[in-house]
């Protein structure tokens, strides 16, 4: 079955570090971007960056840029979202959702998500 | 950064009839749009991409149009599993960006 699933949900105390994870299965994981969206309590959805596992090729969005850290490990097939200083406004459900083969430089359209990972971060 | 503007907020429909869902972009995004489907508690679902195509095992009752600055979502008759939050998002240039959602209740 081809599916990304997510690390569980988090409680995190201002301040401290985290590191989610979306494992891709199923498929030829390095050969596809792979997105992290946010969406926040009732909120839209925000569009965090996007890494390429085959290469580590990351672009992150301006207003998320500094704030978190995306990567992937292309040997276990999981991509990674980490805080190094956790805050109350962090307080979200986050997606990983897989995007286009190598040819779409990462301008695609998402046809398969995580079950996303709630973090909640509370003192 | 792209902005999407969605309309209207909130959509209110009787079952079996048309939907018609609104998207457009602050500048042009040529066709790099696509539609999403997120109920409670679930992730979104693709429903469309490249502005006009069905992604797979989506019914044919969803369609979608437009170029340029202007989107439009239809769903012809309204199912009672069609009832959801509808999200467009252009991917024509980064940040990739969405609208704000519209959501489809029950009249």
């Known amino acids: 079955e081809v599916q990304l699933v997510q690390s569980g949900a988090e409680v995190k105390k201002p301040g401290e570090s985290l590191k989610i994870s979306c494992k891709g299965s199923g498929y030829s994981f390095s050969n596809y971007w792979i997105a992290w969206v946010r969406q926040m309590p009732g909120k839209g959805l925000e569009w965090m960056g996007i890494?390429?596992?085959?290469?580590?090729?990351?672009t992150y969005n301006p207003s998320f840029q500094g704030q978190v850290t995306i990567s992937a490990d292309r040997s276990i097939s999981t991509a990674y979202l980490r805080w190094g200083s956790l805050k109350a406004s962090d307080t979200a459900i986050y997606y990983c959702?897989?995007?286009?083969?190598?040819?779409?430089?990462?301008?695609?359209?998402?046809?398969?998500w995580g079950q996303g990972t709630l973090v909640t971060v509370s003192s | 950064e792209i902005v999407m503007t969605q309309s209207p907020a909130t959509l209110s429909v009787s079952p079996g009839e048309r939907a018609t869902l609104s998207c457009r972009a602050s500048?042009?995004?040529?066709?790099?749009l696509a539609w999403y489907q997120q109920k409670p508690g679930q992730a979104p679902r693709l429903l469309i991409h490249?502005?006009?195509t069905r992604a797979t095992g989506i019914p044919a009752r969803f369609s979608g149009s437009g170029s340029g600055t202007e989107f439009t979502l239809t769903i012809s008759s309204l199912q009672s599993e069609d009832f959801a939050v509808y999200y467009c998002?252009?991917?024509?240039?980064?940040?990739?960006?969405f609208g704000q959602g519209t959501k489809v209740v029950i009249k």
């Open positions: 490249g502005a006009s």
């Open positions: 890494v390429y596992p085959g290469y580590s090729d990351i």
């Open positions: 959702a897989r995007g286009g083969s190598s040819t779409s430089y990462g301008f695609s359209s998402y046809d398969l």
């Open positions: 500048q042009s995004v040529g066709s790099n």
């Open positions: 998002q252009q991917y024509n240039n980064w940040p990739a960006t």
